[in-house]
């Protein structure tokens, strides 16, 4: 045990393993930025990082069944970029397609670096999760960050070493009418020794869903997302 795991960190640098794992039935997080018209259609879809062509036609085909709701500017719907986030079981359902656990819009990854593992816990082999609440302004930027939830599943060291990353961490806004807009956005930090399943790192965010270790969550985004089961799967 060596390193502080950042699922969320391992998405922005390394997008391409995510994409394989899919492909070898392990699950799995992908990101498109999406450009919708002020009626929510899709004009534009483009995956934020290299996946192999049959996946990206499979989800692009996915996406085109699910309706979005635009952003509003001086109280109506506006052309909006968000950035749609999908959760996959990495095994294939009854009809043969992903199973899709979640779909999320909200600001892209721009870049998120691991926390330092603490010296005192990385001995001792503690792990432990961390959920953050971060402010995001329209540049992307982390203006402030706070602990998400009364009670966070890990040492206060742990903790802090989660909260002194996210300082630095950059997103991609989303945009209304042409206008990067500020965002909030909640993720879990999970230090660990073992090696993470589906489950690993569980944690409730808001309205009292419960998330996986995968899954990052605008508290207000721009645009919405409607699958047709919701914005979440059981899981």
């Excluded at 996946?51 to 109506?76: N, V």
């Excluded at 706070?146 to 945009?175: C, H, I, M, V």
Aim: aromatic share 6%; hydrophobic share 45%; glycine share 8%.
């Amino acid at each position: 045990m060596k390193h502080a795991i950042l699922f969320a960190s391992l998405l922005a640098a390394g997008a391409t393993l995510f994409a394989q794992a899919a492909d070898a039935g392990q699950p799995a997080a992908h990101t498109f930025a999406l450009d919708l018209d002020a009626r929510g259609q899709v004009t534009a879809i483009e995956p934020t990082e290299t996946m192999p062509a049959e996946l990206r036609k499979e989800l692009e085909a996915r996406i085109g069944q699910w309706a979005f709701t635009p952003a509003t500017f001086d109280g109506q719907p506006a052309a909006t970029r968000t950035y749609l986030r999908i959760t996959t079981a990495g095994n294939r359902g009854p009809d043969g397609m992903l199973k899709v656990l979640s779909a999320t819009t909200g600001p892209g990854v721009a870049s998120l670096s691991n926390p330092a593992y603490p010296t005192s816990e990385l001995r001792r082999g503690e792990g432990g999760i961390v959920v953050l609440q971060l402010a995001v302004d329209a540049r992307g930027e982390v203006t402030d960050v706070a602990f998400y939830g009364e009670r966070q599943r890990a040492s206060r060291t742990l903790a802090n070493a989660a909260r002194d990353a996210a300082r630095d961490w950059r997103f991609k806004p989303e945009t209304v009418n042409g206008t990067a807009i500020a965002s909030t956005v909640v993720l879990p930090v999970c230090f660990m020794a073992t090696t993470p399943t589906l489950s690993t790192c569980a944690w409730q965010g808001p309205d009292a869903k419960n998330f996986n270790r995968m899954d990052i969550v605008a508290v207000d985004p721009a645009a919405r997302v409607d699958t047709g089961i919701g914005q979440f799967a059981s899981n």
